[in-house]
């Protein structure tokens, strides 16, 4: 026991090392305490300042007519998160250079509207990739899912993946064909139209018009590898013209 | 001994802080420290001097608590609290190399896209092997998302989370080349001078030595860099328990250190400036080294208490070294309260104070004949009492004891201390080729003779004693047996623990098994990236239901500790492709479930299930050849 033993000098030492360090601590505290006031003023002038830019952009509710089912709320793990589509946002972030710092945002891109830039602020998308996603989206006529990413060569389906939550489709802008008016010509143009598949469904609606009035008719009756066709439908529309019926 | 009460109580502050998780509001903060200051001065003029020693330890105990309460919290101007996804400026600090890539510290001085708001803050950097290297030092700018770490949900588990949160470290980020630019890749001046000496010591090592084992070694213990290569040299000594001698700690300071006491010695008084300049390169010496090295607690630990001693002994003071290691674990954790839960730390403290408590009542304990053997018992004595304290806290955390690192203990210091003498006199005669290749070459071969000595030792059938375990509450109280046993005799106390402690250890773990063994079965579910295992612990068997992914690596790092906990006397591991998911109905029992990634696997007739197969499994021979390709597994998770 005789370790834990002070003698009253020790004791005088001891005492005197700890208001020492106590007053140390107190006083480094005030200044630092003085100085985040004054950085947390500054702080606040410009949070002030991007919640006026930022709540001059209203975010809109996306009309999604064709859609047949409503898109499901996105899945955000962190509670406090707000989401908000890009494509509202997107000009007046653009324009002011400012994005909102304080609060944790979870921007969700449609990809359908995107632009290289905006695609290149996700996580893992460099400028090559991010310009390979926006070639292949115009030369297909727009994305009709998320998991349609992995077609694009050079990405990770892990990637894709990791991606998923903060992106969404609007197949809404997506380019479609009617096929009851499109010509050979311009089915053939679509990118995953063959010119032999083309000409078979040019023959079908110019020989069976009128028995096809549904997306599962034309399919029954065209008869052709469902694997190819299935990548191929989100693209074609069936609605006839008013003059021809 | 004032430092020891000192130490001791700011401890205590320290871990009653971590263990109630505490939080104060910025006021209260100010109050308590304000109390402390009046109740300090108070007890300094009214009550001179005659108040009594635990006055003090209310006080000193709030200061631990404050002071890591300050730590803990996040700073005002913490990068987290400004974005966690953006663009990113820091320093990095340190790098670690780890099997496929590296490990970045940075530390975070600027955050923001487009204005720049000054932070402060650590983060990790997870970066590809294969990818340009970032020189520590080197300031970075990049964007990135950063990711917060997930606690590992497996009971008993390693807390990585908790581990870099204790660092400062709360966030980490993958990225590519591309994302990341690099500022100016020069180091700062001061450090610079220290990573180009470092640098210098890598290129003579690797340019004099020809064996990679002997390589690996020298480098560990001149400029503590640890490799790859380094992990697998290691582990004959982590099984002979003589590891120690690879991190550089007390005898590797000790070492340089020794050079300049012995200097010192022959000078007499009056020699004052002659004794100024010896004592000034000492220090600057040894600090050099501990900078070199890579700063670890032990080295910091060993330098503070050199200088210290050093030092007093100019100024002609009387001192107790046992004051002076209290002092230095005193000084370090008052900058860094944190340090206390660092495995290096505690082992550092404790093997020190163990030697200096019961040194000398183990060396009376053994006969003396001459001076010759005499020097081997006090190795033996110091290497013996360095384990009383150690011993506990090697079972808590690797779950082994190693028997013949005591007796190897002898053999292998003193080796140790000739092969890195025989070094850094290498080192110094770096500027002559042909000599420095001789002494290297001779220090090689101390390696690999020590290597050998140490291989061998370590394939010896009762080498180590493995698959121990200990709670937490059993350490305390193993701790608590030796400070009684230290205090009612300490003369005859040491022999007594250290043949207890082992007796101890097994003891009380037999006997708390007995009596909290579970009366109903247990199912475990581990949770393990995309594999399932399952354990099924019942009074005295363990059926481990596991699929075929199943890594000696997950094993580890998930299964093993839990499994210790378990006092079982079979163990059997079951492919999980033996049984069919059909089987299992979603239901639950009375199956007592600890922790459980697919509930609805602990069913109770899945359970019974399991329990005919196992039966039939056992039963049948033929099968049985089935558990060998774990074999691997197996033989680690052996019987206790």
């Known amino acids: 026991m005789n370790h834990l033993y002070l003698t009253r000098k020790e004791r005088k030492a001891i005492i005197l090392l700890l208001t020492l360090l106590s007053v140390i601590q107190l006083l480094n505290l005030l200044i630092k305490y003085q100085n985040s006031t004054t950085n947390r003023e500054m702080k606040m002038i410009m949070v002030n300042h991007e919640k006026q830019v930022f709540d001059t952009v209203s975010v809109s509710n996306i009309d999604f007519e064709n859609e047949p089912k409503p898109i499901k709320p996105i899945k955000v793990k962190e509670p406090k998160v707000q989401t908000i589509d890009i494509t509202a946002i997107k000009a007046p972030v653009a324009q002011n250079k400012l994005k909102p710092t304080t609060d944790k945002l979870a921007i969700v891109i449609e990809l359908n509207s995107a632009s290289p830039e905006d695609l290149k602020t996700l996580k893992g998308l460099g400028p090559v990739l991010s310009s390979r996603i926006v070639k292949y989206r115009d030369m297909v006529g727009g994305f009709h899912s998320k998991e349609q990413l992995k077609e694009v060569y050079g990405l990770r389906t892990t990637l894709v993946d990791s991606l998923s939550s903060q992106l969404m489709v609007n197949k809404s802008i997506l380019r479609k064909l009617n096929v009851f008016t499109a010509s050979e010509e311009q089915l053939s143009q679509q990118y995953f139209i063959s010119k032999y598949l083309a000409q078979k469904i040019k023959r079908l609606i110019d020989s069976r018009y009128t028995q096809i009035d549904s997306k599962e008719t034309f399919i029954k009756l065209l008869n052709y590898d469902p694997v190819k066709l299935e990548k191929v439908l989100p693209y074609l529309c069936f609605e006839k013209p008013a003059d021809k019926d | ?640």
């Open chain 2, 1 to 640: 001994m004032p430092a020891c009460l000192l130490c001791l109580t700011f401890a205590i502050g320290i871990v009653l802080f971590d263990s109630l998780d505490i939080q104060l509001e910025y006021y209260q903060i100010i109050i308590l420290y304000t109390t402390i200051i009046f109740t300090s001065l108070s007890c300094l003029f009214i009550y001179k001097y005659k108040f009594s020693c635990l006055v003090l330890i209310p006080i000193i105990m709030t200061l631990g608590l404050l002071r890591s309460h300050q730590n803990v919290s996040l700073a005002k101007d913490h990068y987290s609290l400004t974005q966690t996804e953006g663009c990113f400026s820091g320093r990095i600090l340190d790098i670690k190399e780890k099997q496929s890539h590296l490990e970045l510290k940075l530390k975070v001085d600027s955050v923001g896209d487009f204005l720049k708001i000054k932070s402060s803050g650590k983060l990790l950097i997870y970066w590809r092997t294969n990818q340009k290297y970032i020189p520590v030092g080197s300031r970075v700018v990049f964007k990135t998302n950063l990711l917060g770490f997930k606690e590992n949900p497996n009971p008993s588990a390693f807390n990585y989370k908790r581990f870099l949160e204790r660092q400062g470290i709360y966030h980490y980020t993958y990225l590519d080349q591309e994302e990341l630019q690099l500022y100016d890749s020069e180091p700062l001046i001061f450090s610079g001078l220290f990573i180009a000496i470092k640098n210098r010591i890598e290129f003579l090592i690797e340019n004099h030595v020809k064996r990679q084992d002997a390589i690996s070694i020298l480098k560990a213990l001149l400029v503590g860099k640890k490799s790859q290569y380094l992990d697998q040299l290691k582990k004959p000594y982590i099984t002979s328990g003589t590891v120690h001698v690879l991190a550089i700690s007390g005898l590797h300071v000790g070492c340089i250190a020794g050079l300049f006491l012995f200097l010192l010695s022959k000078f007499k008084q009056s020699y004052i400036l002659l004794k100024l300049f010896i004592t000034a390169s000492a220090l600057l010496s040894v600090w050099t080294f501990a900078l070199i090295s890579g700063f670890s607690p032990s080295v910091i630990r060993a330098s503070s208490m050199f200088s210290i001693l050093i030092l007093s002994n100019l100024t002609k003071k009387k001192t107790s070294v046992m004051n002076v290691l209290f002092v230095t674990a005193f000084i370090m954790l008052y900058t860094d309260p944190n340090m206390l839960f660092s495995i290096s730390f505690q082992l550092s403290f404790l093997a020190v104070l163990s030697i200096l408590l019961f040194q000398q009542s183990v060396r009376d304990l053994l006969p003396s004949y001459n001076s010759r053997i005499d020097v081997i018992l006090d190795l033996f004595a110091v290497s013996l009492s360095a384990q009383i304290l150690i011993s506990p806290i090697s079972v808590f955390y690797f779950n082994q004891l190693s028997i013949i690192g005591i007796f190897l203990s002898v053999l292998i210091v003193p080796l140790t201390a000739i092969i890195l003498k025989t070094s850094i006199l290498g080192l110094m005669f770096s500027f002559a080729d042909f000599l420095t290749g001789t002494i290297f070459y001779l220090a090689e071969q101390l390696v690999v003779t020590q290597n050998t000595l140490v291989q061998y030792a370590a394939k010896l059938e009762y080498a180590c004693a493995e698959n121990l375990h200990l709670t937490r509450a059993e350490l305390v109280f193993c701790f608590l047996i030796i400070t009684g046993f230290y205090l009612a005799k300490p003369r005859l106390a040491p022999i007594i623990i250290s043949s207890l402690i082992i007796l101890n250890i097994i003891a009380t773990r037999c006997l708390l098994n007995q009596l909290i063994k579970p009366s109903s079965p247990e199912v475990i579910a581990y949770k393990i990236s995309n594999k399932i295992a399952q354990d099924l612990v019942t009074k005295d068997k363990l059926f481990s239901i596991w699929s075929e992914d199943i890594e000696t690596k997950d094993y580890e790092f998930n299964i093993r500790k839990n499994q210790l906990s378990y006092d079982y006397s079979d163990h059997y591991i079951i492919p999980l492709s033996l049984l069919s998911e059909q089987d299992i109905t979603f239901e639950w029992a009375k199956t007592k479930v600890l922790i459980s990634t697919n509930p609805e696997r602990n069913t109770q007739d899945y359970y019974n299930y399991v329990w005919d197969l196992s039966k039939s499994l056992i039963n049948s021979k033929k099968k049985q050849s089935d558990f060998n390709s774990y074999s691997n597994i197996k033989q680690q998770s052996k019987l206790k």
